[in-house]
């Protein structure tokens, strides 16, 4: 059974970046689609970034102010996913999570059916 675990997050100064790291335990990382997910305070959960089982294709559901500051990429051979934000501003304060399904990547949480605890990211000067 496929569990997974997010790195710590920690507290970051605006402008700056952050690399978020998924590790997979339990099963093969490469039947999985991983995704990362975020929910601001007070604020919905949503999709951040979507990889395909061998880094075939990326997608990136954050459209407002997250376009262009993402980097999602995985790493197999480690059991790894991984996600970059850069230049980061007070929006991006929040919980992320990890989250893998089967087939196809997908921006709805409600399609995914494992997920990690979720790790908190402080974006203050």
């Known amino acids: 059974q496929l569990r997974l675990e997010e790195s710590v997050g920690g507290s970051v100064q605006p402008g700056g970046s952050l690399t978020l790291s998924c590790a997979a335990s339990?099963?093969?990382?490469?039947?999985?689609?991983i995704a990362w997910f975020r929910q601001a305070p007070g604020k919905v959960r949503e999709g951040v970034a979507c990889?395909?089982?061998?880094?075939?294709?990326?997608?990136?559901m954050n459209s407002g102010n997250g376009k262009g500051r993402f980097q999602i990429f995985r790493d197999n051979a480690k059991s790894m996913v991984h996600l970059q934000v850069n230049d980061l501003g007070p929006a991006d304060t929040g919980d992320y999570y990890c989250a893998a399904r089967l087939y196809w990547c997908d921006h709805r949480d409600s399609e995914y059916h494992v997920w990690g605890q979720g790790t908190q990211l402080t974006v203050s000067s």
């Open positions: 990889i395909g089982r061998d880094d075939s294709g990326t997608t990136y």
């Open positions: 339990g099963a093969r990382l490469d039947s999985y689609f």
